[in-house]
């Protein structure tokens, strides 16, 4: 089995570079955020808030309820929250900064760890996250570390919001990418950094077509070795 690592910071543009580099590999893509995306969304409809002090208690009390599953369906990944189809509501801003927080609790990932590293067992995987290449696959053939400059990471989030009819502003969301980056870089519990071997893949300047060539190239020429 071949297994991708794909980390990098929010709106690197890691979901649909790595959504649609594995539809042309043939591989299962594996969006990990969307997971913890989801565990933040149960504990938002628990009235559980993440400015609380005793939030990662309580979090970590609700696991024992929480199933999150990954289904691929008409080619399109879905996460199911308990047996909920939650794929566009965990994408709301609101879900991404408890997502944040969620992450860093270490119980939530190690809920999550073995879930991860089972698929990549089982299938050829391109896998996206945080902490991909450092901890959940470490192991992996091709580890890739993607990035843009805040801004434009900010532009196209920006976009993406919008055009999923969110209402928000440029500054906004440049605002929330911001501390986005602080906290996830600067957690306890596996932050995000570049992982050993990994390669760097700048998409500042890069069309998302280019950024899906360079993906596949990569692992192309790392499956010839």
């Known amino acids: 089995m071949i297994s991708v690592a794909m980390d990098g910071p929010v709106g690197a543009g890691k979901s649909s570079v790595a959504r649609e580099s594995a539809k042309k590999l043939g591989f299962i893509y594996v969006d990990t955020g969307a997971l913890y995306r989801g565990v933040a969304l149960y504990t938002v409809r628990k009235g559980v808030s993440d400015s609380d002090e005793s939030f990662a208690e309580k979090v970590e009390a609700l696991l024992d309820e929480i199933t999150v599953e990954i289904k691929i369906e ?46 990549a067992k089982k299938n050829n995987v391109l896998m996206d996250g945080r902490d991909i290449g450092t901890v959940v696959l470490p192991e992996a053939q091709v580890k890739i570390f993607i990035t843009a400059a805040p801004e434009i990471r900010a532009k196209r989030r920006f976009e993406e919001l919008v055009n999923k009819g969110v209402e928000t502003t440029l500054e906004q969301v440049l605002g929330d990418l911001n501390r986005r980056d602080y906290q996830d870089s600067h957690r306890a519990a596996a932050p995000l950094k570049m992982a050993e071997g990994a390669v760097l893949l700048d998409t500042s300047d890069l069309t998302f077509e280019q950024s899906v060539e360079s993906v596949v190239g990569l692992v192309k020429k790392a499956m010839q070795l």
């Open 74 to 119: 008409n080619g399109e990944q879905h996460i199911f929250l308990c047996g909920e189809d939650v794929s566009e509501e965990i994408r709301l801003p609101k879900i991404s900064m408890v997502a944040s927080s969620v992450s860093q609790i270490p119980a939530v990932r190690a809920f999550l760890l073995e879930l991860q590293r089972d698929i």
